[in-house]
């Protein structure tokens, strides 16, 4: 009795957490240069969006830093090019730099960030790159982020 229960309690969570309607997503990054996830889809019905991040590794961030950042597709190379010259200081984004639509904090291993954006930015039925502008990680560290119905 109690063991098909708990079954379902948990079926029933990890529903939930992964509802085309959720306006919130956990994306894991590691010390092996990875994110856990490569799509990302946003609800039209979600006015706004929040990325939550987080680093299972254990390095320093100057070593294997990690960070979540929205383009454009077409934005994306010169966003992390010219991330990568602002250095570690700046979370390797250009300061004021209008071509990034959203992005977390450069973390190390064991931290997490979160980032929360108006999904107005977004237009619907175009494809946006996210990536980890740390230098050279973009080449492991990217996905596609959808918005639509
Ligand atoms: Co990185």
């Keep these: 009795m109690f063991r098909p229960a708990l079954a379902?309690?948990?079926?029933?969570l990890?529903?939930?957490?992964?509802?085309?309607?959720a306006c919130s997503v956990v994306i894991h990054s590691t010390d092996q240069m990875t994110?856990?996830?490569k799509t990302i889809a946003?609800?039209?019905?979600?006015?706004?969006?929040?990325?939550?991040?987080?680093h299972t590794g254990t390095l320093p961030r100057n070593i294997m830093g990690h960070n979540w950042v929205l383009t454009r597709r077409d934005d994306m190379k010169g966003v992390a090019d010219d991330g990568a010259k602002a250095g570690?200081?700046?979370?390797?984004?250009?300061p004021g730099d209008s071509r990034v639509l959203a992005h977390t904090r450069l973390i190390?291993?064991?931290e997490t960030d979160s980032i929360t954006f108006?999904?107005?930015?977004?237009?619907?039925g175009e494809?946006?790159?996210?990536?980890?502008?740390?230098?050279?990680?973009?080449s492991m560290m990217k996905g596609v982020l959808t918005f639509g119905g």
Excluded: M
């Design 8 to 12: 379902f309690f948990a079926l029933t």
């Design 14 to 21: 990890s529903s939930a957490a992964w509802s085309a309607d």
């Design 35 to 37: 994110y856990d996830l």
């Design 42 to 54: 946003v609800s039209e019905s979600c006015k706004a969006f929040t990325v939550n991040l987080r």
């Design 88 to 94: 570690e200081a700046a979370d390797y984004i250009q």
């Design 108 to 110: 190390a291993g064991g």
């Design 118 to 124: 108006d999904t107005s930015v977004l237009k619907t």
């Design 127 to 138: 494809a946006y790159e996210f990536f980890c502008s740390y230098p050279f990680h973009s």
